[in-house]
């Protein structure tokens, strides 16, 4: 089969390549002009891709990555949820999906397009303390949420009603914390793995947990949705929540240093947070420590990933697996530079 990775260069995006890759598929790649792209380089350089490069405002790039592809893997998100200024977000995670999708139901395309499988985040799940959540959850009130979130709800919001409206074939991906290697990019998330490897990491923030998957399992998700996924329909791709705390033990211990010792209680993160959100709004900057992010943070609870599993017949590793994986490429990245 023919699949299209749109943001193949990101860290989710790169994994999904290789895998498609590895499985025999004829994969192009369409990535941004300038775009960091490590994580596929060798396989652009060596002609197993073929590649597109522009933006997904680009219409005639779009156009010409799409037509004739079997299956259209869209992996681009801003997630940046630290923003002083949102309409970044809104402007590719709303925006920019609206722009792919309707390049995606043009009659060229369609009629070849077997699956548009999109990158979602369990953020677009509803969530509260003390519910199991599952893909019925349906956020119906927006103004609690962060910017970010916001963002992402829309977003999915719109690819499943152009699967309810106009014959999309999409499926949304709720995908939770991504570890593992090949973080080229450096996600915030990961940059905590890196920091805990090289000894760097002062302290920890307690009581924050996070649903967290591998990112080699969250990538054969995806390729599971484009065969076996329910048009309009969302899964949730998760393995376990675990505590910030126990991330980076076990990511130490992976590579023969110590744990941080010190755990900064809740209290004291959202005083640390509340300077962060002042000093962005007194200089103009962005602090990726402030209240929104805290809030995304606290505003976890369990998901329920059985769907992905009885459906897609998807079988995550232990994540505990793929954050000792982060922990060893990050220290392999740097002595290799040394």
Not at 21 to 48: C, K, P, S
Not at 85 to 104: K, S
Not at 266 to 272: F, Q, R, V
Not at 308 to 329: D, H
Request: glycine residues 8%.
């Amino acid at each position: 089969m023919s699949a299209l990775v749109i943001g193949a260069n990101g860290y989710l995006g790169s994994h999904v390549t290789r895998q498609l890759v590895d499985a025999g598929e004829d994969v192009r790649v369409m990535v941004r002009d300038g775009a960091n792209t490590r994580g596929i380089q060798d396989l652009i350089d060596d002609l197993t891709v073929t590649r597109f490069v522009g933006d997904i405002f680009d219409g005639e790039v779009l156009r010409a990555a799409m037509t004739g592809c079997d299956v259209v893997y869209y992996c681009v998100v801003d997630t940046r949820g630290w923003l002083r200024d949102p309409a970044p977000l809104f402007r590719t995670n709303v925006e920019g999906t609206r722009h792919v999708l309707d390049v995606a139901v043009e009659p060229a395309i369609a009629t070849g397009l077997k699956k548009f499988v999109f990158t979602s985040t369990y953020a677009a799940v509803a969530r509260r303390r003390g519910h199991t959540a599952t893909e019925d959850d349906v956020i119906t009130d927006e103004r609690s949420l962060t910017p970010y979130v916001q963002s992402r709800v829309q977003a999915e919001r719109l690819v499943l009603e152009y699967a309810r409206t106009r014959g999309l074939p999409a499926v949304a991906m709720c995908v939770s914390t991504t570890y593992g290697a090949g973080d080229w990019g450096r996600t915030p998330h990961g940059a905590i793995i890196a920091g805990a490897a090289f000894g760097k990491l002062p302290f920890v923030l307690g009581s924050i947990e996070l649903e967290a998957v591998g990112i080699d399992d969250a990538a054969a998700a995806l390729l599971l949705a484009a065969e076996k996924g329910r048009v309009g329909e969302r899964y949730l791709i998760s393995e376990k929540m675990i505590s910030n705390a126990e991330v980076v033990r076990i990511a130490a211990e992976a590579v023969g240093v110590p744990a941080p010792s010190r755990t900064i209680p809740l209290p004291l993160t959202y005083a640390m947070a509340a300077v962060g959100s002042l000093k962005a709004r007194l200089t103009g900057t962005d602090e990726r420590l402030s209240l929104d992010s805290v809030r995304l943070m606290r505003a976890e609870a369990p998901v329920d990933c059985s769907k992905a599993k009885r459906e897609l017949g998807w079988q995550p590793r232990p994540v505990e697996e793929s954050i000792r994986e982060a922990a060893k490429f990050w220290v392999s990245l740097r002595s290799a530079k040394r």
